[in-house]
């Protein structure tokens, strides 16, 4: 257990609906980052917050959004759905902006989005 | 902008042989190096990590030197087992930047 938690594991929608993935970051984490992971594109970072601001953003699409809230877990909310953007969500978390460049990042096991 | 390269896979070995992926990368200022591992079906994890050049970084076996004037961080192992079949991520973070860029990912597969 990394100590990224994500829910759910496993999700399976349709086309042009709308679906929340979770992230709770590692106990003393600030930092929250999305990532993507298709076949095609490999690993794209989406969106960063730290502390329940955006910090960056990175190739997220219109149709997606995301939020950190006060107990700084987050919520990526995908909607409109299409079936490209059938893949795995990883979120990852880390201890701030000044020390992450020396200690990395926790991943958790993703969520694995599929669109019918 | 920033970008990281990595050779493409599959890469198959035979256990006990010597695993070399290359990665170079593409930044300005002083990135931190990393390499990331995915086993089938799992998150990613923290393989090893430098932040300076000349750093070694080392883990379960696997050893990366951080390169500058060939802005290369090649990862190693010296006898690789089955257990060692995953996707390997060579990646770099700016400080200022903060978040993660990813190469393409290698796969390896390790035959008994």
């Known amino acids: 257990d990394s100590g990224v938690t994500q829910t759910p594991k496993h999700l399976i929608t349709a086309t042009g609906q709308r679906v929340t993935l979770r992230c709770s970051p590692r106990?003393?984490?600030?930092?929250v980052y999305w990532y993507q992971q298709s076949l095609d594109q490999g690993l794209q970072f989406l969106i960063q917050?730290?502390?329940?601001?955006?910090?960056a953003k990175g190739n997220i699409l219109e149709r997606f959004s995301a939020q950190q809230f006060p107990d700084l877990h987050s919520e990526l909310n995908l909607s409109s759905l299409e079936l490209g953007d059938s893949a795995l969500y990883f979120c990852?978390?880390?201890?701030?902006?000044?020390?992450?460049?020396?200690?990395?990042?926790?991943f958790g096991s993703g969520t694995r989005l599929t669109v019918v | 902008g920033d970008s990281v390269t990595q050779m493409e896979g599959p890469v198959t070995l035979s256990e006990e042989a010597f695993l070399t992926i290359n990665c170079t990368y593409t930044?300005?200022?002083?990135?931190?190096l990393f390499w990331y591992v995915q086993y089938p079906g799992e998150g990613l994890q923290l393989l090893l990590k430098?932040?300076?050049?000349?750093d070694k970084g080392s883990n379960k076996g696997f050893e990366a030197t951080y390169r500058k004037e060939t802005t290369s961080f090649h990862l190693e192992k010296g006898s690789v087992q089955v257990s060692d079949s995953a996707v390997y991520f060579c990646?770099?973070?700016?400080?200022?930047?903060?978040?993660?860029?990813f190469g393409g990912g290698t796969r390896v597969l390790v035959k008994p």
């Open positions: 430098a932040t300076k050049a000349d």
């Open positions: 990646a770099l973070s700016k400080a200022a930047g903060n978040k993660l860029t």
């Open positions: 990852a978390s880390s201890v701030g902006l000044l020390r992450q460049g020396l200690y990395g990042y926790t």
């Open positions: 930044a300005t200022g002083y990135p931190s």
């Open positions: 106990s003393g984490d600030l930092s």
């Open positions: 917050y730290y502390n329940g601001e955006e910090r």
